[in-house]
């Protein structure tokens, strides 16, 4: 293959988007804090919102948010023995 073909672009850190390189993965950032403060709220009754829960999908595991029941159907089809 020729590397000197117009169209082979490769992403280096030279040439990609310096906000990609600036962007920041915080678990305990200011989200997840504002959202412990609306837990307490919610649990102490001292609040207005309209909701009862907040729900964690910060962190992009849903099943460890407690509100995502285990996708078992699909765990069990790959397991399946088909015997034909």
Do not use: W
């Not at 082979?8 to 990609?16: F, P, Q, S």
């Not at 948010?65 to 159907?73: E, F, I, L």
């Amino acid at each position: 293959m020729d590397n000197s073909n117009e169209n082979n672009k490769t992403l280096t850190m030279a040439n990609i988007n310096p906000r990609i390189i600036e962007v920041e993965y915080a678990v305990r950032g200011p989200i997840v804090i504002r959202a412990a403060e609306i837990e307490k709220q919610i649990k102490e009754g001292a609040h207005k919102f309209p909701f009862d829960r907040v729900i964690r999908a910060n962190i992009g595991d849903c099943h460890a948010s407690g509100n995502q029941v285990p996708v078992t159907y699909i765990r069990q089809v790959c397991i399946y023995n088909i015997s034909f």
